[in-house]
């Protein structure tokens, strides 16, 4: 099984920076697509970002656009999102995803527990 740990979540002020990080671990990957989602109360979860394995390919929700930057470290399984000038509308619990294929006949499409993100304005 794969299993995901995000870390980096907190209380910050509007205009604020976040950081976070998701490490995947229980098996190897041949190839994956890692991503962030959030879901705000009373809202159904949205996508946020992802980044190919190559890292050559990233995408963005408009929202974030100009504001939020993945990364990613293929050797260390790791996922980042760089969040600048946060705004309360961010306030949200933060998911990470990884869909991957481990095997020429095994594919895999994981989440983690998700991390909690607050911006006060």
């Known amino acids: 099984q794969v299993q995901l740990v995000e870390s980096g979540g907190g209380l910050v002020q509007a205009g604020g920076s976040l950081k976070l990080s998701c490490v995947a671990s229980?098996?190897?990957?041949?190839?994956?697509?890692m991503g962030w989602f959030r879901q705000a109360p009373g809202k159904e979860r949205e996508f946020v970002a992802s980044?190919?394995?190559?890292?050559?390919?990233?995408s963005y929700a408009d929202s974030v656009k100009g504001r939020f930057t993945i990364s990613g470290d293929n050797a260390k399984n790791t996922v980042y999102l760089q969040m600048n000038s946060l705004k309360p509308e961010d306030t949200a619990v933060y998911y990470c995803?990884?869909?991957?294929?481990?095997?020429?006949?095994?594919?895999?499409?994981?989440w983690g527990q998700g991390t909690q993100v607050t911006v006060s304005s």
């Open positions: 229980g098996r190897t990957f041949v190839s994956h697509r």
């Open positions: 995803n990884v869909e991957g294929r481990l095997s020429p006949i095994q594919t895999t499409n994981s």
């Open positions: 980044i190919s394995w190559s890292g050559s390919i990233t």
